[in-house]
């Protein structure tokens, strides 16, 4: 970065061409009239020489700004290709979450279709679970009344033998 470094002497000087430019910007005195006319070329030296090193003196500040500003407008372009990279960057990250987001949604429009076609399932074997269990007490009771059946029909008999129950209950179930 260029920074501009003035010396104590450059703005006595500076100080010294303004003062000196001032005095002969002013309007002639009237005690003037008395003073002789001084030599044209010196006057035009002292009044030049102040003008040229006040160019100079401008051209230094303009060249200093000039490289200033290239080096700030250089900074300038440099972060502003940077922006517009992060901005493309994020621009595609953009592009790719919602691509990811549409996919996770229609996975979750599946996944909600799957979770009802099971919940479904579920009713319906509920439901034949209890029909199940509603039949398994019929069956229960009749065999309970068929055991109890078997039951008196041993103890009309008076068999008292496990072997000859068994074949007892064998004969009995056969239709």
Known sequence: MATLYFQRTDCSELEYLIKDSSENLEEPSPSSD??????ITS?????????????ELNEKFLMDIKTRTEEVLTILTDKIKMMNNSIANLQRENVELKTNEHYLMDRLVILETNQNKLQERLVVLEEK?????HEL????????KLDNIIYLQLVKLNIKDTYQKKQTVLVLLLP
């Open 34 to 39: 008395n003073i002789p006319p001084k030599n």
């Open 43 to 55: 006057e035009k030296m002292l009044t030049h020489e102040p003008n040229k090193a006040l160019r």
């Open 129 to 133: 679970e209890r029909a199940n269990c």
């Open 137 to 144: 007490e019929n069956i229960i009771i009749e065999i309970d």
